[in-house]
């Protein structure tokens, strides 16, 4: 298993910009695809964003798209979500997670898929 810790989280103005990080350690994080999740208050989690391990594969929900790009670096072992145009629904704890797969191109986005998970990082959009 990998071990994930996010950042970057805070509060921040409607239109305005955030970049939170993964840090990953305890495994190769470059075998391991990784994926964005949120949960607002009242809600169920839900997924975000996701990129494949080699990061040349990435894939969004419709609600960022657009607006929001995941990356990674793999020889610092951590990957990113770029967020702009911010808006008050995105207000929420948002997550990754990290699945191993053998194949470089493979993006996953159920829940499910994920073995590994951040504690979370609080993003607040203010009207």
């Known amino acids: 298993q990998v071990q994930l810790v996010e950042s970057g989280g805070g509060l921040v103005q409607a239109g305005g910009s955030l970049r939170l990080s993964c840090t990953a350690s305890?495994?190769?994080?470059?075998?391991?695809?990784m994926g964005w999740f949120r949960q607002a208050p009242g809600k169920e989690r839900e997924f975000v964003a996701t990129i494949s391990w080699s990061g040349g594969r990435t894939y969004y929900a419709d609600s960022v798209k657009g607006r929001f790009t995941v990356a990674r670096d793999n020889a610092k072992n951590t990957g990113y979500l770029q967020m702009h145009s911010l808006k008050p629904e995105d207000t929420a704890v948002y997550y990754c997670?990290?699945?191993?797969?053998?194949?470089?191109?493979?993006?996953?986005?159920?829940?499910?898929?994920?073995?590994?998970w951040g504690q979370g990082t609080q993003v607040t959009v203010s009207s």
């Open positions: 305890g495994r190769t994080f470059g075998s391991y695809a």
């Open positions: 997670a990290a699945h191993y797969s053998s194949y470089s191109g493979g993006y996953y986005y159920r829940e499910s898929d994920f073995s590994s």
